[in-house]
């Protein structure tokens, strides 16, 4: 861990932010005096009701109904926030309009350019919104897209989520069986489409799979199609399917919002599937909007008027959090396509167009920059950006001094780390902290967050498993077809009972506060920023007849590197080819995504399962990351323990 301060906010930076304002609201209202960011979290995670009850009356949310109590439970992760209350998370959206300047910017590879004023993005989510209702979408129903990170999507959402429906998205670099896997399970009444996407330059027609995405979905009652790849022409779907011009064209009508309880799905998100299906992961319409209204003001410091872009898609969390940035009254900026075409300052070009003040992005993006040698700040004017964001991936040293040498020397660089899970940061930024290179600035308000060792006991200092000890509201409410919340129970609450064990290794600094992220500490693949289920690339290799079994692993290495190799084990009579090794890779940029692909296929004699039947991705991981052998792996609990000797020996060549 490193004490090298890189940036510190200055006074102004921070007597002008939304913490300072609700610090000195916190005195004057509770009679709460903090000298410290250290301080105020300490109270918020002692006192959670009464915190979250604070957020809730600091932003005057806006309720049809009194709540009975803030926090309703017996243990984790049987509880209950604000029960009672009624509220819309759409209507919260529209509360800081900002009529001097855009709700949403828009931009792709192609040069396409769109602002639209939050009196057009209004007029529209109400033509979206009651299209919907004039086909029977009401209350509980669920509306699902297949569409890249267009201003169609946000609006989309929002028409959904204002009559109470629910939402559900993936981007069209998905394969048709990865997007069957997740809408299926949640049997969506309206599929909204695209007919295909840009992406480094080349046009990629989803047509038909769009088709038979549609195909598999029988309880749909209309298919909305957005042409991107042909403007305004949908001829090449069937007849009964409608455009999204026409919807905006054709109704139109006053926006109303659906008030609905306040543990109500807004959403459902999808994990990486490591054990099969993708868990459907729902959120509640109260519990995101607490939680981002909070994230969004205290850790992002996003003002009305301020332009707020994440580089995202519409399959991966973050483009969910960027909505969020329509609550402060900032505008939101959206990009589709490779951030690195036509070249890598694509993305910095942009930003100085644009005048963006946020800027977020993965890790992998500033590392690849780092590597490529981009020194945005000497090419463009970066002086409207406040802040860079960075999650996805753990952010290393090198990449935190990169930004400061050759992006900006005075800018609020945010790491940040959460998960679809809650759908926000468990850690990220503050502007009472300094940035030291490596660490993640601090636990967020109202997150009990620890590293355990391996007693179950809060460390500082030394590696330890990230656990949160108290509930947040924008914990799932539950999984989607989950009997009596078997598979929420064993995601996070099967290792410390009452605690939620997220599954990554942490470093807390006891002298800064800082956190430092080591990596995943359970199988799921987090290839570069974007999770990966190991049962996603299995249920493509098991369709190859030459190979009888493989394992998957992503390694987390120095300086920001990746390695994802797959381990196969042929059938009689078969070798590993080059010709095999081309057929994996297709099938897996077919049916999922490129990164789906891995970094190199290598033949084993034998894969590791346990007595139980488990493949044992976990251990094999932290034999190639070179950990002790004897805190790696329990010999004793295997079916075939002679199969660890390749792994053991390949580790020496890593």
């Known amino acids: 861990m490193s004490d090298n301060k890189l940036w510190e906010g200055s006074k102004s930076f921070k007597l002008n932010s939304h913490l300072y304002n609700y610090q000195k609201w916190l005195k004057s209202n509770l009679g709460l005096n903090f000298n410290s960011y250290e301080d105020i979290w300490q109270w918020s995670v002692n ?9 809730w009356d600091y932003f005057n949310v806006i309720s049809y109904s009194n709540y009975d109590s803030v926090l309703t439970m017996t243990s984790m992760p049987d509880f209950k926030w604000f029960n009672g209350a009624k509220l819309n998370y759409s209507e919260h959206i529209f509360r800081h309009a900002h009529h001097k300047q855009p709700a949403i910017i828009f931009s792709n590879e192609q040069g396409d350019y769109l602002e639209l004023s939050w009196k057009d993005l209004k007029e529209k989510v109400a033509s979206m919104a009651s299209y919907l209702k004039s086909i029977g979408v009401s209350k509980g129903d669920c509306v699902v897209a297949f569409l890249p990170n267009v201003p169609e999507a946000t609006i989309s959402f929002l028409a959904a989520n204002s009559i109470g429906a629910i939402w559900s998205s993936t981007s069209p670099d998905f394969g048709t069986e990865s997007v069957i896997d997740r809408f299926a399970q949640i049997k969506p009444k309206v599929f909204i489409t695209v ?7 080349k046009p990629h027609d989803k047509t038909n799979i769009a088709i038979d995405i549609a195909k598999a979905l029988p309880t749909l009652k209309q298919v909305i199609v957005l042409p991107y790849l042909n403007k305004k022409d949908i001829s090449a779907f069937p007849k009964d399917f409608i455009s999204i011009n026409t919807v905006f064209e054709t ?6 919002f659906e008030p609905v309880d306040f543990n109500h799905p807004i959403w459902v998100l999808y994990s990486s599937g490591t054990t099969g299906l993708p868990k459907a992961i729902v959120h509640s319409h109260g519990g995101i909007l607490l939680e981002h209204l909070k994230y969004m003001a205290f850790h992002n410091d996003t003002h009305q008027g301020e332009c707020f872009f994440w580089y995202t898609t519409t399959g991966w969390m973050m483009w969910n ?21 036509p070249n890598f300052n694509k993305l910095w070009e942009f930003s100085e167009n644009v005048k963006i003040t946020h800027f977020g992005t993965s890790a992998p993006f500033l590392v690849a920059s780092m590597k490529n040698n981009i020194a945005p700040k000497n090419q463009y004017n970066l002086s409207s950006l406040r802040s860079i964001s960075s999650t996805g991936a753990p952010l290393p040293f090198e990449a935190f001094e990169y930004v400061y040498e050759n992006i900006k020397s005075d800018v609020w660089l945010c790491s940040m780390a959460g998960g679809t899970d809650v759908c926000t940061a468990f850690v990220g930024g503050t502007p009472f902290y300094a940035v030291h290179s490596g660490e993640i600035q601090c636990k967020a308000l109202g997150v009990s967050l620890y590293a355990y060792d391996d007693n179950g006991q809060p460390i500082e200092d030394d590696l330890g498993e990230m656990v949160i000890d108290k509930p947040m509201p924008s914990m799932p409410i539950y999984f989607w077809n989950d009997d009596n919340n078997k598979r929420y129970k064993e995601s996070y609450f099967e290792y410390y009972p009452g605690k939620w064990r997220h599954g990554d290794f942490i470093k807390i600094n006891s002298k800064t506060h800082g956190i430092v992220i080591y ?7 987090n290839r570069h920023g974007i999770r990966i289920g190991t049962s996603e690339i299995y249920r493509c290799i098991n369709k190859i007849k030459s190979i009888e079994d493989s394992l998957i692993v992503n390694l987390e290495l120095e300086g920001g590197q990746h390695y994802m190799p797959l381990f196969v084990k042929m059938k009689p009579s078969y070798k590993l080819t080059n010709e095999i090794k081309s057929e994996i890779n297709e099938q897996l940029k077919k049916e999922y995504t490129p990164r789906h692909v891995p970094d190199e296929i290598i033949e084993v004699p034998d894969i590791p399962y346990t007595i139980s039947g488990k493949k044992m991705e976990a251990p094999i991981k932290k034999i190639l990351l070179k950990m002790p052998f004897e805190k790696s792996i329990n010999v004793d609990s295997m079916k075939n323990p002679e199969s660890v000797d390749f792994f053991v020996e390949f580790a020496k060549t890593i």
Do not use: C, H
Not at 195 to 201: I, K, L, Q
Not at 251 to 256: A, I
């Open 47 to 55: 006192n959670t009701s009464d915190f979250w009850k604070s957020i």
């Open 195 to 201: 007919d295909g996407y840009f992406y480094n330059g």
């Open 251 to 256: 109704f139109q009508d006053e926006l109303v």
């Open 321 to 341: 959090f960027l909505q969020s940035a329509l609550l402060m009254g900032a505008t939101i900026v959206l990009y589709d396509g490779s951030p690195t075409y």
């Open 519 to 525: 990596g995943r500490s359970d199988a799921t693949l």
